[in-house]
């Protein structure tokens, strides 16, 4: 894939996704951190159910501490993974007070040295909190970034590394969103949408949907 087809790429998802961003409802860097933290394969919309009501009783470490695993465990027991996840908020909560004055760092260093934060948590972290140009590959990016040709890579980490060095400077803040949103509802992993794709002449898909 070429220069300009990755430029007529995300020129054209970012027409068809004016205000791309994440579908997890939160109301700061703390609250869209527990909610990524969560996340962990789970979809939004389940995650978003479950810290509706989390989110009214704690929003703040200290709250979310005072919960304990089991407290934490009564909102989020629709979540798959939910025992280690309420390990795993209990552990942050405890790093954010005692390292970072309660608030969410904006290093990826600190972010990834948090219980439960790996690359791609801190990643969107640092992407959506605090606007930096990072690129989080997940389940459906990877898929999209391999199927269409624009950053194929056999790891996670390859594809990163890829879509940071090709996608132009002006969508580096958002291709992570245009890609992943693209990929959740057009680019879907068992039948895509080819018929109704932006970018389907610009695919290097081979098996594209008649």
């Known amino acids: 894939m070429n220069k300009a087809q990755r430029q007529q790429i995300f020129e054209r998802l970012a027409e068809a996704i ?8 939160f109301a700061s860097p703390f609250e869209l951190l527990v909610a990524v933290v969560l996340s962990a394969q789970a979809t939004d919309k389940s995650v978003n159910k479950a810290t509706a009501p989390l989110f009214e009783r704690a929003s703040t470490p200290e709250a979310l501490l005072s919960l304990g695993e089991e407290g934490i465990k009564g909102y989020i027991g629709s979540i798959g993974l939910f025992n280690s996840k309420a390990k795993h908020l209990i552990g942050l909560s405890k790093a954010l007070i005692e390292r970072h004055d309660s608030k969410v760092p904006c290093s990826r260093e600190a972010l990834e040295a948090l219980p439960g934060v790996g ?34 890579g056999q790891t996670v980490l390859e594809v990163e590394k890829k879509l ?9 803040k958002e291709a992570h969103h245009l890609l992943i949103l693209h990929g959740r509802y057009v680019c879907t992993a068992r039948h895509p949408k080819c018929t109704a794709c932006v970018i389907r002449d610009l695919c290097e898909f081979k098996n594209k949907s008649p």
Do not use: C, M, S, Y
């Open 18 to 25: 004016p205000e791309p961003q994440t579908e997890l409802i």
């Open 119 to 152: 690359r791609k948590t801190a990643n969107v972290i640092l992407n959506t909190a605090f606007g930096q140009p990072t690129i989080a590959v997940d389940t459906h990016l990877f898929r999209l970034a391999n199927r269409i040709r624009l950053a194929p």
């Open 164 to 172: 940071l060095k090709t996608t132009p400077k002006a969508f580096l």
